[in-house]
């Protein structure tokens, strides 16, 4: 068995030695070994280098193209009344001008209806203010009437008071009369009875009649003094009812003209609505912009107040980016500070930590960082071109277009951020730039120029 084996080696080196001398040189040379060690240890060693090179930690986000200003952003027309469409003056990708006709539609209220609404209710508004007018001129008829009846009272005061003082004066003169008619008769009784002869009968007759006629005039005086000092107790009374009736009258017109006042102020803001609401039954563009889409079709659909008509874009907006932010990232960013940023659709290459390799990214500045988070859990952040670093952002950027932006923070070693990402530690942040109100030139330190 010994033997057969010593034969096969003896084979084998003959084989060998007849190949080429250029063959067996090689498969002397052939070390696989030693080949796949260096290969490891240079692949380690590379490793152990990288794990050194310099790193930049960011703050990433993912968002989309939106506009900065809210006025600039798509926004739905919307019809303020119900009503029917009657006809379209629009199409789809349509730009229009500020105050160009959308749409116009019909009323649908029973209470609108009629197309001379506007006119009859003007009608009752005129109506309505000239019958005030009317109860105004009364109002002032009655006035005057209620100063006459005062001066009318007045004068009537003093003339009765007058006739009193006439009528006292004529009762003590018509007294004195009554007094010497006595006193005349006492006397030519005296000598009709002591006296044979020196006064006659019918004399004596005569006297006495002249007495019964002053004192008959006495209680006539006296009567009429009476009546006139009664009549000036009752002239107030008399007057006072017809001058309250007066200021009665006058009051309850004066209650008219208000109520006739509310009964216009009414009219008239109906009247002012009507002519809102015709104003309503035409769309007209806000801005200018361009139709994105219809949300109704056709004509003769009934929509009601409120409901979206088409959807339009307006033009030239100021564009910006929208990015969202992790809660526990938001805290190192604020206003000013530089971003880069790449859009779906252009082609970029970017690494994460070197941002000096970046090629087809754009600069941006931190405007806006919402106060509470998103739906989603994390705070929208607003980023706007950064003209003053980099070149504009492209014009062919429509809203809604995929975005994705990193803010630079701290340059740390590749070692120390794989470490960071695997333990889960927060990023570092360059301090003076984590001071409130202390100015961004362009990001942390390896971002800054």
């Not at 805290?331 to 087809?360: E, T």
């Amino acid at each position: 068995m010994a033997s057969s084996n010593q034969n096969s080696d003896l084979d084998i080196e003959r084989e060998l030695k007849s190949l080429p001398l250029e063959t067996t040189a090689l498969l002397g040379e052939a070390d696989t070994a030693r080949v796949v060690s260096r290969w490891l240890l240079g692949i380690i060693a590379t490793l152990i280098v990288i794990l050194f090179l310099p790193w930049q930690q960011n703050v990433q986000g993912d968002g989309t193209v939106t506009a900065f200003n809210p006025s600039d952003r798509p926004q739905n027309l919307t019809t303020r009344i119900d009503g029917r469409i009657e006809a379209w003056y629009v199409s789809e990708g349509q730009f229009v001008k500020k105050g160009d006709s959308i749409a116009r539609i019909s009323e649908i209220k029973e209470d609108y209806l009629n197309p001379n609404v506007l006119p009859l209710a003007q009608q009752q508004q005129r109506a309505k203010e000239s019958a005030i007018g009317e109860k105004l001129n009364k109002a002032a008829a009655l006035e005057v009437q209620v100063v006459q009846l005062q001066a009318q009272r007045d004068f009537k005061l003093r003339q009765t008071r007058n006739k009193i003082v006439q009528y006292r004066a004529e009762v003590r003169q018509v007294m004195l009369e009554d007094s010497v008619a006595r006193d005349q008769l006492r006397r030519r009784q005296f000598l009709f009875s002591d006296s044979l002869g020196l006064v006659s009968v019918n004399e004596l007759q005569a006297f006495q009649v002249r007495v019964q006629a002053a004192a008959a005039k006495l209680v006539e005086k006296q009567q009429l003094l009476a009546i006139t000092e009664t009549d000036l107790l009752g002239v107030p009374a008399e007057y006072g009812e017809k001058i309250a009736k007066s200021q009665s009258d006058r009051a309850a017109t004066l209650a008219d003209v208000s109520e006739g006042r509310s009964d216009v102020a009414k009219l008239k803001d109906k009247v002012g609505s009507l002519a809102v609401r015709n104003e309503f039954y035409l769309i007209e563009a806000p801005q200018d912009g361009y139709v994105v889409r219809a949300a109704r079709a056709g004509q003769g659909e009934i929509v009601k107040a409120g409901d979206p008509i088409i959807t339009l874009q307006p033009a030239n907006p100021r564009k910006a980016v929208e990015l969202f932010v992790k809660p526990m990232d938001v805290a190192l960013l604020k206003p000013g500070r530089h971003v880069r940023v790449f859009f779906d659709g252009w082609p970029a290459l970017q690494i994460s930590g070197w941002p000096q390799v970046a090629v087809g990214t754009f600069g941006a500045t931190v405007a806006v960082i919402d106060q509470f988070p998103s739906k989603g859990g994390k705070f929208r952040v607003l980023l706007v071109s950064d003209t003053t670093h980099d070149a504009q952002w492209p014009g062919q950027l429509r809203l809604g277009t995929g975005a994705q932006g990193w803010a630079m923070l701290d340059n740390v070693s590749v070692g120390w951020e794989l470490w960071r990402q695997l333990n889960g530690f927060p990023l570092s942040i360059n301090p003076a730039d984590a001071l409130p109100g202390s100015e961004v030139a362009g990001g942390a330190k390896g971002d800054k120029k």
